[in-house]
């Protein structure tokens, strides 16, 4: 599903390499944790593997094909929800979604189904014309994943869907992502709430200083450690000193 082998990144004018050699390997359909500190390269990781930044070297498979020479089949089969909202503020999210499923050119009559079971599954069904900017902190995030979905994506890629959100949205964010995945889709995604992770994934991988530092499922790797959280053992790995 994802392999990524030493792969480097420092970013212009940068005075140190956000990646130093990073490799993973998430083998099977899964629901996939990246973890780590602040700074550790997660959201890098993920813009690599979405082509929003280029690597300066390394291989990264998505999918079975490589970022290098499948990027535009790559991006079609793959969904992005950024750590910000990429929604145009004074639309509507319906407005919203209709721009988006026609960039993708999903016919009107599957992209208004579409739409419309969405919205009902995300509890935004009542929010009829009111512009996004208008919309509560968990309303937008529920919003921005919608955006994400509507080509049917085989792997969806989220940064941070849940930092922010109270705790229904929360609730309601991770049971789609649980069922989501029962209906044979992939799950990458970042978070820094390791209890949320640990229910959540069938597979971690904590990265730390843009290098992989454990990965595995994280209740072998907590049984491994001798810890009963996963936050133990992140912590236990990557050490209790400040990233700022
Ligand atoms: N466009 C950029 N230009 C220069 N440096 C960048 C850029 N994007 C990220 N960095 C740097 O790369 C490092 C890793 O950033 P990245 O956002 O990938 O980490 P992260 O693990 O996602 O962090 P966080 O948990 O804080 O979101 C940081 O030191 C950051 O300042």
């Known amino acids: 599903m994802l392999r990524i082998s030493n792969l480097h990144k420092t970013y212009l004018k940068a005075v140190e390499p ?8 998430f083998p099977r359909p899964t629901i996939a944790g990246l973890l780590g500190p602040n700074g550790a390269g997660k959201t890098t990781t993920i813009s690599i593997l979405c082509g929003l930044v280029r ?17 535009e089949r790559i991006k079609k089969r793959i969904g992005v929800v ?30 208004q189904q579409r739409i419309r079971h969405f919205l009902q599954l995300f509890g ?22 919608i955006a994400s979905l509507l080509h049917e994506p085989e792997l969806l890629v989220l940064d941070e869907p849940t930092a922010g959100v109270d705790v229904q949205s929360r609730n309601l964010i991770l049971q789609f992502l649980e069922d989501y995945h029962g209906q044979g889709h992939s799950i990458i995604y970042t978070s820094h709430l390791l209890e949320e992770a640990q229910q959540l994934c069938r597979e971690v991988a904590i990265m730390d200083h843009g290098q992989l530092v454990v990965q595995g499922d994280p209740r072998l790797l907590m049984k491994d450690h001798g810890f009963s959280s996963l936050e133990q053992v992140f912590l236990h790995l990557t050490g209790i000193s400040l990233r700022d």
């Open 18 to 25: 956000t990646l130093r050699g990073l490799s993973l390997e």
């Open 124 to 145: 935004l069904d009542h929010t009829g014309s009111k512009a996004i900017r208008y919309f509560s902190g968990g309303m937008k995030r529920r919003a921005n994943i």
């Open 82 to 111: 950024p750590q910000s909202i990429a929604l145009y503020p004074p639309l509507s999210v319906r407005e919203n979604l209709e721009y988006i499923g026609a960039l993708y050119k999903i016919p009107g009559t599957i992209l």
């Open 55 to 71: 690597p300066d070297s390394g291989t990264v498979e998505v999918l079975g094909a490589d970022i290098r020479t499948d990027l």
